[in-house]
């Protein structure tokens, strides 16, 4: 996972994201301003890298038109900068219905971590999603417990094998 903290334009972001490419990087978190949305297809598209963002939209209608863009391989809702428990499950089911998996973005305090430490352990399953509703809960029990593990081995193949990828 690399964060770029949106610092890119599309050119450069495209220079570096193959790089990490090469790296085998699984996502490259906000490569570009979050309001550049042909941006963000664009680098869907061009990259095998998976891309991902959201942490600063902060409501479901921003929300909605992002998911609908197709631009994000990844959504990062921020549940504190949505204004709580009931926007955050509102922009999941956004997600979940676009199919696009979550990965929660968290910063902040240790509220905000235990909070985020709920939401995952009762997010609904995704069909073909890292969860622990199916079967990467035993992948991630074998292994030294690192979400992004799982990931590699099941949630979004992206130009790689969906396989465990050597694990």
Known sequence: M?????CYNTHDAFYVGRALEELDAYWFEEPIAPEDLDGYREL???????I???EAE???????????????DIAQPEVCALGGISEYLRVLALCHAHFTPVINHVWG??????????????MPPLPGACTPANQCSSLIRR????ATICLRSRWISKGRSSSTMGM
């Open 44 to 50: 869907r598209a061009g990259l095998k890298v998976n």
């Open 143 to 146: 292994t030294t417990g690192s």
């Open 52 to 54: 991902s963002g959201g």
């Open 109 to 122: 305090s240790a509220v905000a971590v235990a909070t985020n430490l709920q939401l995952l352990a009762a």
């Open 58 to 72: 902060f409501n479901r209608w921003g929300w909605r038109t992002i998911l609908e863009n197709r631009g994000l």
């Open 2 to 6: 690399v964060d770029a903290n949106h």
